[in-house]
């Protein structure tokens, strides 16, 4: 067994040992040439210095020799390596979700075909900064499609079954327990018939009777609000921008209500009203009356922002196009009429019927309106610019009333049946060879509204109000900051604020929105050049160009006259070469082959 020497034993003498070379440490970075003695360590691990020689040393502030010998070399980045959580693990899905093209293209509000003629530099960067921002919001909000759980379904038959023979009483049996609770029917046969209405959020509902009975309730858990008899005929009924206030057409005068049926306000000036609608982004309660007025009512400040005529006789029937806000009157010669608060004249004339026009329904997307006339047809037209009817289809008795969906259905009341036809998908024009349900009442249908995001249909009668289940009528996902059912009443509170403050002017009506974004070209050149007759010059044309003086004789009269008309005529080049450019090129014709070349080719340019 070895033993550890005492020291002192077979200790060599102090002469050998400063005569024996001195062992380099080898440091741990290094490889081991030779090997170790028996016994002997390395020794511990020194701290690595840093290579400074990889590193370009900056020059000193005094020494100027090296100054312009450094070359900084560009510096490379690095590729992101994998991303890994705090657990350590690496993300199998790294970087944003992949979105696809047709779903970005959906959410895009920019129509980047047109572009602004010359626009300055500072205008241009604005552009191209709303472009980006709008580009980002629409990729957003298609990633964000993800999360909409709720998918929007029919009513199907089996084997070819025809689904207009189903009755109300089958679907309530083929759905759940929540959905069925949602058809019923109130008898009210004594204050008939009825005129109704529900609130933007689909959970309050509002009618009216002809003998003066309105109430008002919340239909999904029938907690009625408030009910009072106005001891007067009642023609209309329309919730304002919330459930808290509701407009009443009387027979004489308009009368604003709140949810307790208290009488807030009485509005003379709009007499004898026989239809109302209300537009939500700019606080104004249209009216249409007997004596042919069609007024505008703004809620939020109670003044009266246009009064127009329409020279058309008592207006019975009018509706709004959600997408732009303009009001649609039918009239008795057949015509329809669009009208904006900002004009005195209505926008279009639209001849749709030999006879008097009896309902006009528009569709969310503003792309399609259907109208019924005393001619018995339903006919259905484009309103995007071309305003030419696309189908039409004629009914036995004619359609008193119409109603379209959020999802694109068509609902028409014929006496005391109500047919609902449907499309191919929500912007799709519904299909009226086949209708897809059909039911019938116990009285004569007096207004028809589909409920915002339910399959339900409202329908008044003059036996009272009746629900209707209509699969697919509604949208099946909603907004929660824009139409929140299950809002308190502080959150609704904090959204009326937000919703004034947000308020759209009443000139912004008209029939195209997106025109309100483009720069009015002809308008803007018409403006400078009353400025420049008012003015007495064009305070943006360009100063005439001015040659400097010269020294040694050499701006004599003539030199001057030569370089001004250098620079004229460069100018007239530059106009010249422009205006080449912008004409369209000759396409040459093509020489049939085999011809034979001609001696005046060489003319040929």
């Given amino acids: 067994m070895e033993t550890v020497p005492k020291p002192g034993s077979n200790v060599p003498p102090k002469k050998d040992r400063l005569q024996a070379k001195k062992k380099k440490p080898r440091r741990y970075w290094e490889q081991e040439t030779t090997g170790t003695a028996a016994g002997a360590s390395p020794g511990p691990p020194r701290k690595r210095k840093r290579n400074r020689e990889l590193r370009p040393q900056k020059p000193k502030k005094n020494d100027t020799s090296k100054k312009f010998r450094i070359s900084k070399k560009p510096r490379e980045l690095k590729s992101p390596g994998p991303q890994r959580s705090l657990s350590g693990a690496q993300d199998p899905f790294a970087g944003p979700a992949p979105v696809s093209v047709e779903v970005v293209q959906k959410y895009c509000r920019i129509d980047k075909s047109k572009e602004v003629p010359h626009p300055k530099t500072k205008t241009r960067s604005r552009l191209v900064a709303a472009e980006a921002q709008e580009e980002e919001t629409s990729v957003r909000a298609a990633r964000s499609e993800l999360l909409l759980a709720e998918e929007p379904g029919f009513l199907e038959g089996e084997d070819g079954e025809d689904t207009a023979k189903i009755r109300q009483a089958d679907i309530v049996e083929a759905v759940d327990i929540a959905s069925a609770a949602k058809h019923f029917d109130l008898n009210l046969r004594q204050f008939g018939p009825y005129r109704l209405n529900y609130s933007s959020t689909g959970r309050h509902l509002a009618f009216g009777g002809r003998r003066g009975h309105v109430a008002a309730l919340d239909w999904v858990t029938k907690k009625l609000m408030c009910e009072i008899n106005v001891m007067e005929a009642v023609r209309d009924v329309w919730f304002l921008h919330s459930e808290a206030l509701l407009a009443v057409a009387q027979n004489r005068w308009l009368h604003i209500y709140d949810n307790q049926g208290i009488e807030l306000h009485c509005v003379r000036r709009c007499d004898r009203v026989t239809r109302l609608e209300f537009l939500p982004f700019h606080f104004l309660l249209a009216t249409a009356s007997e004596t042919g007025f069609l007024t505008y009512l703004d809620v939020s400040v109670g003044k009266i922002v246009a009064a127009l005529n329409a020279r058309a006789g008592r207006l019975s029937v009018m509706t709004q196009n959600p997408y732009n806000a303009v009001i649609h009157l039918g009239h008795s010669n057949g015509t329809v009429s669009l009208w904006s608060p900002a004009m005195k004249e209505p926008l279009a004339k639209i001849l749709c019927h030999r ?4 309902a006009v329904a528009v569709d969310p997307t503003g792309t399609h309106m259907a109208t019924s006339g005393l001619d018995h047809q339903l006919k259905l037209f484009d309103l ?56 019938r009442l116990s009285g004569h249908v007096n207004g028809l509204q589909f409920c915002p995001y339910e399959d339900v249909l409202g329908v008044g009668h003059s036996g009272g109000i009746t629900s209707m289940l209509v699969p697919g009528a509604g949208e099946p996902n909603f907004d929660g900051l824009e139409s929140n059912p299950y809002r308190s009443r502080k959150q609704r509170q904090e959204w009326e604020v937000k919703a004034l403050l947000e308020k759209v002017p009443a000139e912004l009506i008209c029939l195209d929105p997106r025109a309100l974004a483009e720069v009015d070209v002809i308008s803007l050149e018409q403006a400078k050049k009353e ?75």
């Fill in 355 to 358: 006879g008097g026009v009896r």
């Fill in 384 to 439: 995007r610019g071309t305003f030419q009817p696309l189908s039409a289809r004629t009914l036995p008795q004619g359609a008193g009333h119409l109603a379209f969906s959020q999802r694109g259905l068509l609902a028409a009341g014929m006496g005391d049946v109500v047919n609902i036809w449907a499309g191919q998908g929500k912007a799709s024009p519904p299909s009226l060879e086949q209708p897809y349900l059909t039911h």
């Fill in 531 to 605: 400025r420049a007759e008012r003015l007495g010059y064009d305070p943006d044309a360009t100063a005439p160009f001015q040659p400097k003086p010269k020294q040694k004789g050499r701006s004599s009269t003539a030199s001057l006259v030569k370089r001004k008309r250098k620079v004229m005529d460069q100018e007239h080049r530059d106009k010249v070469r422009q205006s080449l450019e912008q004409q369209p090129q000759k396409q040459e014709k093509a020489k049939p082959t085999g011809a034979r070349p001609s001696a005046l080719d060489r003319f040929v340019r």
